[in-house]
């Protein structure tokens, strides 16, 4: 078998539903080569042909059937994408039709139910979120910092914005940061205006080497970015956090769901958003 697989990811919404199903499924096989395709929108049997011309033609030009994740809602245009020359897998004859079977009531077959604003309560938490989150990221302010539902602490690129902002974006959570400055380090104590928040906050730490190549990228030859800082602050901020008894993660080799699902769990943080 080829190391090199095409994979289509076709949704009559954004796609986000069947892309995250579908590459947790492909994760599984790290030795494959998947190549996506993400095909959104596709809610009518014009746009379902043209979507098959493309599997077809990935297939005439690899001789190897592509993989096709499907979560169409639409009886008539799922029909059409089951002609594609490849493996369909569709999300809904897969899972919903057995679970109507179960539950003895028919689905409502509607379009676009997880990421849509059909849900006011949940939109409106996570837009409320976002906005408060992007206020409060590195810091920039102190007013409101009580309403955080969790404040992420550490030293500068450890990985506290995209943690903070992914927490918002799928959990509803309001997440403020703030980062460890020299100042913060020397004192070998937490910002003043953190210690009424301690029940709070979190810090995140990252090896020297893994942030002295981050830093580089963003400011290469500055001591800002170099190894012997860069050991320096991730060593005085940990010491820092152990002794203000904050628990802290090490996100040099998780991802960015797992730190926060991890910070959602043992935080016993109530998720807003589904």
């Given at each position: 078998?080829?190391?090199?697989?095409?994979?289509?990811?076709?949704?009559?919404?954004?796609?986000?539903?069947?892309?995250?199903?579908?590459?947790?499924?492909?994760?599984?096989?790290?030795?494959?080569?998947?190549?996506?395709?993400?095909?959104?929108?596709?809610?009518?049997?014009?746009?379902?042909?043209?979507?098959?011309?493309?599997?077809?033609?990935?297939?005439?030009?690899?001789?190897?059937?592509?993989?096709?994740?499907?979560?169409?809602?639409?009886?008539?245009?799922?029909?059409?994408?089951?002609?594609?020359d490849?493996?369909?897998?569709?999300?809904?004859?897969?899972?919903?039709?057995?679970?109507?079977?179960?539950?003895?009531?028919?689905?409502?077959?509607?379009?676009?139910?997880?990421?849509?604003?059909?849900?006011?309560?949940?939109?409106?938490?996570?837009?409320?979120?976002?906005?408060?989150?992007?206020?409060?990221?590195?810091?920039?302010?102190?007013?409101?910092?009580?309403?955080?539902?969790?404040?992420?602490?550490?030293?500068s690129?450890s990985?506290?914005?995209?943690?903070?902002l992914?927490?918002?974006?799928?959990?509803?959570?309001?997440?403020?940061?703030?980062?460890?400055?020299?100042?913060?380090?020397?004192?070998?104590?937490?910002?003043?205006?953190?210690?009424?928040?301690?029940?709070?906050?979190?810090?995140?730490?990252?090896?020297?080497?893994?942030?002295?190549?981050?830093?580089?990228?963003?400011?290469?030859?500055s001591?800002?970015?170099a190894?012997?800082?860069?050991?320096?602050?991730?060593?005085?901020?940990?010491?820092?956090?152990?002794?203000?008894?904050?628990?802290?993660?090490?996100?040099?080799?998780?991802s960015?769901?797992?730190?926060?699902?991890?910070?959602?769990?043992?935080?016993?943080?109530?998720?807003?958003?589904?």
């Amino acid at each position: 078998m080829s190391q090199r697989k095409r994979v289509f990811f076709v949704s009559d919404r954004t796609g986000i539903t069947v892309e995250g199903l579908g590459s947790s499924l492909l994760s599984q096989f790290a030795e494959v080569d998947f190549v996506r395709v993400t095909m959104p929108f596709i809610d009518s049997i014009d746009k379902a042909r043209e979507a098959i011309a493309q599997v077809n033609e990935a297939h005439r030009e690899s001789g190897e059937r592509p993989l096709v994740f499907s979560s169409i809602v639409d009886d008539a245009v799922r029909a059409e994408i089951s002609k594609a020359d490849g493996l369909v897998l569709d999300v809904f004859e897969r899972f919903i039709v057995p679970l109507e079977q179960e539950l003895g009531v028919k689905s409502m077959h509607a379009v676009g139910r997880t990421h849509s604003v059909g849900n006011a309560k949940d939109y409106n938490h996570r837009i409320e979120a976002i906005n408060y989150t992007l206020a409060h990221d590195d810091g920039v302010t102190h007013r409101g910092l009580e309403q955080a539902d969790i404040v992420l602490v550490g030293v500068s690129r450890s990985g506290k914005t995209p943690t903070c902002l992914y927490m918002a974006m799928q959990f509803g959570i309001k997440a403020a940061n703030y980062p460890l400055i020299p100042e913060d380090l020397e004192a070998n104590r937490l910002p003043p205006s953190l210690l009424p928040l301690k029940s709070k906050v979190w810090g995140l730490s990252i090896t020297a080497e893994r942030l002295h190549q981050i830093r580089s990228e963003r400011r290469p030859d500055s001591r800002y970015a170099a190894l012997e800082n860069c050991r320096f602050e991730v060593s005085a901020a940990e010491r820092l956090m152990r002794q203000a008894q904050i628990p802290y993660l090490d996100s040099t080799t998780k991802s960015i769901e797992e730190i926060a699902t991890h910070m959602l769990h043992e935080a016993h943080l109530v998720r807003r958003v589904y």
